[in-house]
């Protein structure tokens, strides 16, 4: 599925936190339309600083980022979220609203983009369709178990059809077999053309996929296995 | 067969943004500019300015509803709003009274002419006969030292203690109401050609107190002007602050959807909305505690003027002021929810 057009570019990045907080230093990547990336690396090794870049949640203290050929440095703040609408993240707490159901839940990107209420419940359905989870629309959250509630935040993350899905430790609460659905999961979105960044520490599982593998240490990409 | 279900889930960029500002939409789009726009579904056309009405619609009865979910914290809010609204309402509502009051004397200026008290009653009657020919004056009335003092007795109950004063310490005097000519009340050169007159005491315009009370209660008005500055701020201040406790409340909620793509105007509209409701309500309770407060005087305002013998009511507040009331009290909530905003969401931002 991939081609040759860049989604994400990471000129000699770096990311210092004034309070001493590991970041990531002199970063070069390239992430190529519909390619499916694993970032690993031990905790603090800047897997999460790296999606928080790309998502304008951190800026950068050194070097150039290209977002869809969006370069960050020159957007607005304004702009950040017509940006992040492009980009479906899913959290590794799944960050679900509590106080409403899960339909709602899904339903809260449409609605911040201004979808017409008439096409909301169609897309919201066919989102909880694909995790397999249309049969408990109705409920709230907190009756779902963790697998469950991951899966309504990947439903809510792809559910305006991003082109570009990241996920921050998705498994990483979740038991091996678990583990593996959602990997499924995701492959099965990278499968239709959506470019997807998924942060791991799950070797294990990661070995079993056949993806390109990137890895960070102290901030640095140390290597990138299986690009094309 | 890939491609085929490749092309269902693509995203199409016009899909996506819905028309948002176009500039924004080219440089963030990360979708293929080149792929074919076909779609198995079909999507709804509704107009952007249609559907950030109906979001403002949403948001309008939402916010209301929630308040409504904790009615007793609302109605104390509304009720300490209410408060402050009605205090500086009640000092207008009686300022405005007390000028209808003074207005009605306005236009009738009186002069009493007061006798020396060794005065005979001889040229007290000449003196009537030759003002009740002058043209200047419209209403000429004698009250003789006599049917003062028997007014007197009636009025006060001091029956018995007259009997006991040797002399009628009481003065006649003669009530003159002048003419108007050319719009205006000449006193200044009346009172010259009075005061001439032998055996005339003093002479007193009516009009002087008309004068202070005037001067009072446009000092009054200026005073309650501030006050009402004073209180508009204080209920910003109650509102801003349950604005902040309500955004506090809401925090998670807010990163979500700010990490999912919300706009600052999108985040806030439901805490504008909710400062705006909490001033309506406290400003509709403000209406019915300022009702509360005029029935209440309704009574001794009636004994009042009966001891006056005019016929006084208070007026209750109109209809204008009364909306009024309501529109300024509910843009003041709003104020005081976009002052949070603006310093509350800045502070939350996903880390």
Same mark, same amino acid.
């Given at each position: 599925?991939?081609?040759?057009?860049?989604?994400? =570019?990471?000129?000699?990045?770096?990311?210092?936190?004034?309070?001493?907080?590991?970041?990531? %230093?002199?970063? !070069?990547?390239?992430?190529?339309?519909? %390619?499916?990336?694993?970032?690993?690396?031990?905790?603090?090794?800047?897997?999460?600083?790296?999606?928080?870049?790309?998502?304008?949640?951190?800026?950068?203290?050194?070097?150039?980022?290209?977002?869809?050929?969006?370069?960050?440095?020159?957007?607005?703040?304004?702009?950040?979220?017509?940006?992040?609408? !492009?980009?479906?993240?899913?959290? =590794?707490?799944?960050?679900?609203?509590?106080?409403?159901?899960?339909?709602? !839940?899904?339903?809260?990107?449409?609605?911040?983009?201004?979808?017409?209420?008439?096409?909301?419940?169609?897309?919201?359905?066919?989102?909880?369709?694909?995790?397999? #989870?249309?049969?408990?629309?109705?409920?709230?959250?907190?009756?779902?178990?963790?697998? %469950?509630?991951?899966?309504?935040?990947?439903?809510?993350?792809?559910? !305006?059809?991003?082109?570009?899905?990241?996920?921050?430790?998705?498994?990483?609460?979740?038991?091996?077999?678990?583990?593996?659905?959602?990997?499924?999961?995701?492959?099965?979105?990278? =499968?239709?053309?959506?470019?997807?960044?998924?942060?791991?520490?799950?070797?294990?599982?990661?070995?079993?996929?056949?993806?390109?593998? #990137?890895?960070?240490? %102290?901030?640095?990409?140390?290597?990138?296995?299986?690009?094309? | 067969?890939?491609?085929?279900?490749?092309?269902?889930?693509?995203?199409?960029?016009?899909?996506?943004?819905?028309?948002?500002?176009?500039?924004?939409?080219?440089?963030?789009?990360?979708?293929?500019?080149?792929?074919?726009?076909?779609?198995?579904?079909?999507?709804?056309?509704?107009?952007?300015?249609? &559907?950030?009405?109906?979001?403002?619609?949403?948001?309008?009865?939402?916010?209301?509803?929630?308040? /409504?979910?904790?009615?007793?914290?609302? +109605?104390?809010?509304?009720?300490?709003?209410?408060?402050?609204?009605?205090?500086?309402?009640?000092?207008? &509502?009686?300022?405005?009274?007390?000028?209808?009051?003074?207005?009605?004397?306005?236009?009738?200026?009186?002069?009493?002419? +007061?006798?020396?008290?060794?005065?005979?009653?001889?040229?007290?009657?000449?003196?009537?006969?030759?003002?009740?020919?002058?043209?200047? +004056?419209?209403?000429?009335?004698?009250?003789?030292?006599?049917?003062?003092?028997?007014?007197?007795?009636?009025?006060? *109950?001091?029956?018995?203690?007259?009997?006991?004063?040797?002399?009628?310490?009481?003065?006649?005097?003669?009530?003159?109401?002048?003419?108007?000519?050319?719009?205006?009340?000449?006193?200044?050169?009346?009172?010259?050609?009075?005061?001439?007159?032998?055996?005339?005491?003093?002479?007193?315009?009516?009009?002087?107190?008309?004068?202070? @009370?005037?001067?009072?209660?446009?000092?009054?008005?200026?005073?309650?002007?501030?006050?009402?500055?004073?209180?508009? /701020?204080?209920?910003?201040?109650?509102?801003?602050?349950?604005?902040?406790?309500?955004?506090?409340?809401?925090?998670?909620?807010?990163?979500?959807?700010?990490?999912? *793509?919300?706009?600052?105007?999108?985040?806030?509209?439901?805490?504008?909305?909710?400062? &705006?409701?909490?001033?309506?309500? *406290?400003?509709?309770?403000?209406?019915?505690?300022?009702?509360?407060?005029?029935?209440?005087?309704?009574?001794?305002?009636?004994? @009042?003027?009966?001891?006056?013998?005019?016929?006084?009511?208070?007026?209750?507040?109109?209809?204008?002021?009364? @909306?009024? @009331?309501?529109?300024?009290?509910?843009?003041?909530?709003?104020?005081?929810?976009?002052?949070?905003?603006?310093?509350?969401?800045?502070?939350?931002?996903?880390?």
């Amino acid at each position: 599925m991939k081609q040759n057009k860049t989604v994400i =570019q990471f000129d000699n990045v770096s990311k210092r936190y004034p309070t001493g907080q590991s970041g990531v %230093e002199g970063i !070069n990547l390239k992430i190529l339309l519909g %390619e499916m990336v694993f970032l690993t690396g031990h905790s603090g090794a800047g897997k999460s600083t790296l999606l928080k870049l790309i998502t304008a949640i951190e800026r950068p203290s050194a070097g150039q980022i290209w977002v869809g050929g969006q370069n960050l440095k020159t957007l607005w703040r304004s702009q950040i979220p017509i940006l992040r609408r !492009n980009i479906g993240v899913v959290f =590794q707490e799944h960050r679900l609203l509590f106080d409403r159901s899960v339909f709602d !839940n899904v339903a809260l990107p449409l609605q911040i983009a201004g979808f017409s209420p008439r096409d909301i419940p169609r897309r919201v359905r066919a989102a909880l369709d694909k995790v397999g #989870l249309l049969h408990r629309e109705k409920v709230l959250p907190i009756a779902l178990s963790g697998g %469950e509630q991951q899966r309504v935040g990947i439903a809510r993350a792809v559910v !305006n059809k991003p082109p570009l899905l990241l996920a921050d430790e998705p498994t990483g609460n979740l038991d091996p077999e678990l583990s593996g659905e959602i990997m499924h999961l995701f492959e099965q979105f990278n =499968q239709v053309g959506v470019t997807i960044l998924i942060a791991s520490h799950d070797l294990a599982l990661i070995g079993q996929l056949k993806h390109r593998v #990137l890895t960070l240490n %102290e901030g640095r990409l140390v290597s990138d296995v299986g690009a094309l | 067969m890939k491609n085929n279900t490749r092309e269902n889930y693509r995203p199409k960029s016009g899909q996506q943004t819905k028309g948002r500002a176009s500039a924004a939409r080219q440089t963030v789009s990360v979708s293929q500019e080149s792929q074919p726009r076909k779609s198995a579904h079909r999507t709804h056309r509704t107009s952007e300015i249609g &559907l950030f009405l109906l979001h403002h619609q949403q948001m309008m009865w939402q916010s209301l509803q929630r308040l /409504l979910k904790a009615p007793i914290a609302t +109605f104390m809010t509304a009720l300490m709003i209410a408060v402050a609204l009605s205090l500086p309402a009640m000092l207008y &509502l009686l300022i405005e009274n007390a000028q209808t009051l003074s207005s009605r004397w306005d236009g009738a200026p009186q002069i009493s002419l +007061f006798f020396e008290l060794e005065a005979p009653a001889e040229s007290v009657n000449e003196v009537f006969g030759q003002l009740q020919q002058d043209q200047r +004056f419209s209403k000429v009335e004698l009250i003789t030292a006599e049917q003062a003092l028997s007014e007197f007795e009636q009025q006060g *109950g001091f029956k018995g203690v007259l009997q006991h004063l040797s002399s009628n310490p009481l003065p006649a005097t003669i009530v003159l109401q002048p003419k108007q000519v050319d719009g205006a009340y000449h006193q200044q050169a009346i009172a010259e050609t009075l005061k001439q007159i032998k055996g005339v005491e003093q002479v007193q315009f009516d009009t002087a107190w008309i004068a202070r @009370l005037n001067a009072m209660l446009q000092l009054g008005q200026r005073a309650g002007a501030m006050l009402a500055g004073l209180f508009a /701020l204080a209920v910003i201040l109650v509102i801003a602050n349950t604005v902040r406790l309500a955004i506090e409340s809401r925090r998670e909620e807010i990163l979500v959807v700010k990490l999912v *793509g919300a706009t600052n105007a999108y985040v806030r509209r439901p805490f504008l909305y909710m400062g &705006l409701w909490f001033g309506v309500l *406290g400003g509709l309770l403000a209406l019915v505690l300022v009702h509360c407060l005029i029935w209440l005087l309704t009574d001794p305002v009636a004994d @009042l003027s009966q001891l006056y013998e005019t016929h006084f009511e208070i007026a209750a507040m109109t209809l204008d002021a009364s @909306l009024l @009331l309501v529109l300024t009290s509910g843009v003041l909530g709003w104020i005081g929810a976009l002052f949070t905003c603006q310093r509350q969401l800045r502070m939350i931002e996903p880390r």
